[in-house]
Structures are given as C-alpha cells and as structure tokens.
C-alpha cells in the first residue's frame, strides 16, 4: 500500500449542453502530461489535437515545431504536487 497523496479532480467540458464533466483521482507525483492521458482517457478522446494546460498565466504542454508556442514549459516536467504548492487550484485545458 502506498501513501501517495491524491488530488481528486473535476473535469469539465465547456460548452457542451448538457454538461459533461468527469471526477478523476490523480496522484500529486502526477506530470501534466500524464494529465493529459487521464483526461483523454476519462473523457474518451483519442489524443488526436494539440493541447495544453493554463494555469496561472503559465502555459504547460507539449513543444513541436507544428505549434510553436512561446512560453510553453514541458508538462512532462511539472508534477500537480508542485502545482498545489504553489497554491494552484484551477487549470484550463485547451485543445486546439
């Protein structure tokens, strides 16, 4: 048994009618990316868009030379834990 603390997440899709939201239980060690997989996952997509988190005027996602955005730190690199530390308890996911 592990004591692996889990942040307990609501997903919502905007501007669906009716509302389609999900709750998902996310370990905090968790990357963005793997976010990204769970969410694909809890949803059902198929990974097909580009996309990337906000989250206090950051820019998290995946860099390709397709989109290049600036400012846009690798969210393989950035753990929810670090996130919650900074006292982040929204993030906006877009997929373009």
Same mark, same amino acid.
């Given at each position: +048994?592990? &004591? /692996? ?6 997903? &919502? #899709? ?13 370990? #905090?060690?968790?990357?963005?990316? +793997? ?20 989250? /206090? ?40």
């Amino acid at each position: +048994m592990s &004591n /692996e603390t889990i942040a307990r997440l609501h997903i &919502n #899709l905007s501007d669906m009618a009716p509302e389609v939201w999900r709750h998902v239980d996310v370990p #905090l060690t968790a990357s963005l990316k +793997m976010l990204q997989d769970i969410v694909q996952a809890a949803v059902g997509w198929e990974n097909y868009h580009l996309w990337m988190f906000e989250a /206090e005027g950051r820019r998290y996602g995946v860099p390709t030379p397709e989109w290049p955005e600036r400012g846009l730190t690798a969210a393989k690199s950035v753990k929810l834990g670090t996130l919650k530390e900074r006292g982040v308890r929204k993030y906006a996911k877009c997929q373009i």
